[in-house]
């Protein structure tokens, strides 16, 4: 999608990187010729170069400068300068941080891996007044989460309830597990109670179903 906007009067950019200011420089010269192009190294000269700069369009921010924690720069330019968009600029895309940013007022997340003409698309819609959100897929991600927690709550688990959890899974009754482990029914049973505390299920059949999410035991 194309946007058409005005050129900008200036940019800020923050990053601690003068690599990264430099190559965003370029980038932005060469796409906004008329436009002023302001660096800050850190959240306390960027304060600085908007207070002495009342004309600056838009600031891009680095997640993670020197002077500042996850999102307090962002959130003190917000409200230092609400009128002023602030688009978040990272070197990794990750969906939590692209919600948190945007809960805290950025007016977009764009990943440093995203191509340059992706990346003046990304500005342009913001200069335009819209949001720009990376292609995520958050429901993915979202699921890879529950998923990761699921390992680590069966990496608790000690080998011999891990042992009684793959027999739940292939459909054992405790009186067969308590026979195939040479076991009696009590110690079966506080297996399976010690592996539903674990796990923070109630049942037997949820325990099951959380252990085939992420294929248990493989």
């Not at 990346?119 to 292609?135: F, T």
């Not at 539903?196 to 493989?218: H, W, Y």
């Amino acid at each position: 999608m194309l946007i058409s906007m005005a050129t900008p009067d200036s940019i800020l950019i923050v990053d601690d990187h003068a690599l990264v200011r430099d190559g965003m420089r370029t980038l932005l010269e060469g796409c906004f010729a008329q436009c002023s192009i302001l660096e800050a190294a850190n959240y306390a000269e960027a304060r600085e170069a908007l207070a002495g700069h009342a004309d600056v369009d838009l600031v891009l921010l680095d997640l993670n400068i020197p002077d500042a924690k996850r999102f307090s720069a962002l959130q003190g330019l917000r409200e230092e300068h609400p009128a002023v968009p602030v688009v978040m600029v990272s070197g990794t895309l990750d969906g939590s941080a692209v919600r948190e940013a945007l809960s805290a007022g950025a007016a977009g997340f764009i990943p440093k891996s995203l191509k340059r003409d992706q990346i003046v698309e990304a500005l342009r819609q913001v200069l335009a007044g819209e949001i720009y959100v990376p292609d995520f897929d958050f429901a993915e991600e979202a699921a890879t989460g529950e998923e990761t927690a699921i390992r680590q709550k069966i990496a608790t688990l000690t080998p011999q309830q891990k042992v009684v959890l793959g027999l739940l899974v292939s459909g054992r009754l405790n009186k067969q597990i308590a026979y195939e482990l040479d076991v009696s029914m009590t110690t079966v049973k506080a297996h399976v109670s010690a592996i539903l505390q674990k796990l923070n299920v109630f049942s037997r059949t949820q325990a099951v179903i959380l252990a085939n999410r992420v294929n248990f035991p493989g």
